[in-house]
């Protein structure tokens, strides 16, 4: 068993809908049992938004998400010190995937963020909002100037930037405008599933150069094309891919589990849940990491990087 830190789990709809229901400590009733099964004793919550939600939606996902990791029985990382290696309970780091609802003030809605606990934050989802265009958007758009001023915001703070559903353009913009490392926190190799999600071997290169991230992502459609092959076994072959073309050291997970919202009825495959996110650190040894790089890619990567940059 190796310990994981997984760097995408969209845990903040999931409070918000179960909320809705009138449930209550839903981190401890639904997911911290299945992640501990799978030694996942790091999380990134992702509060997640596609495009449609405005700043006051965006505000009460990110506010339940805090409320909930404290008043729960995990840790909760907001610095270098909060990183512990040997903790027995599941430590969340709080994370936002696309800022759809900021479209003035830019400054003080990241501070705002900051404040309530926000470390990583991609600027935007797969569509095209104020700051930046996403994965489905026009290929000759990018970040705009207010995206540019995000990211300096970011980078003052010290928060970190996520890449992941960014399209090339905005990839390439945010690299060049960034003062520090960025991570891709849940995608895998184009080489090997062609696959707008995925990243060239040019943006894992520079991705890698810098000290930054990218975590593997378990969605079966982003590993292959062929369904025999949409496995863990698979999922570690990007990986390894990864570590040829820029070394192992930028390697970390993001599983982007689905299965809490999904009926997986159809989709089940060896690394859909939590609990068997030990098949893909075996899937890891397979393909010939030694035990030393799966640590490393297991946690160790991510350690390193948040040390440095949060
Ligand atoms: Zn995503």
């Given at each position: ?74 840790g909760w990382i907001r610095k270098p010190k909060d990183l512990d290696p040997e903790s027995d309970k ?14 003035s003030n830019p400054k003080e809605k990241i501070s705002w963020m900051y404040d309530q606990g926000v ?43 996520d890449v992941s559903h960014a399209n090339e353009h905005t990839f390439w913009d945010i690299y060049n ?134």
């Open positions: 068993m190796t310990r994981v830190f997984d760097l995408h789990a969209d845990l903040g709809m999931n409070i918000i809908l179960k909320q809705e229901k009138n449930e209550t400590r839903i981190l401890e009733n639904y997911h911290i049992q299945p992640m501990l099964q799978g030694e996942v004793y790091y999380c990134a919550a992702a509060s997640f938004f596609d495009g449609s939600q405005n700043w006051k939606q965006m505000k009460e996902m990110i506010t339940e998400t805090r409320r909930e990791i404290e008043s729960s029985d995990c599941v430590s969340f780091i709080m994370t936002v995937e696309g800022m759809c609802g900021i479209h470390r990583i934050a991609s600027l935007v989802w797969n569509e095209t909002n104020d700051l930046a265009t996403g994965t489905a958007g026009d290929p000759a758009r990018g970040l705009t100037d207010k995206g540019r001023k995000v990211i300096r915001e970011m980078n003052r703070l010290h928060m970190i930037v405008t960034s003062e520090r490392p960025v991570i891709a926190t849940h995608s895998n190799c184009r080489t090997l599933c062609e696959q707008p999600r995925n990243m060239t071997d040019e943006m894992i290169i520079a991705t890698a150069e810098r000290g930054g991230l990218i975590g593997m992502n378990s969605y079966r459609r982003f590993i292959s094309a062929d369904r025999k092959h949409q496995n863990a076994l698979a999922l570690a072959k990007h990986a390894k891919h990864i570590a040829d073309i820029a070394g192992h050291q930028c390697l970390a997970c993001g599983f982007d589990y689905l299965d809490y919202y999904r009926d997986m009825s159809k989709n089940k495959n060896d690394l859909y849940r939590a609990d068997q996110t030990q098949n893909f650190i075996k899937a890891l040894r397979e393909v010939g990491f030694t035990e030393d790089q799966v640590e490393d890619i297991g946690y160790r990567n991510v350690f390193r990087f948040l040390k440095d940059n949060m």
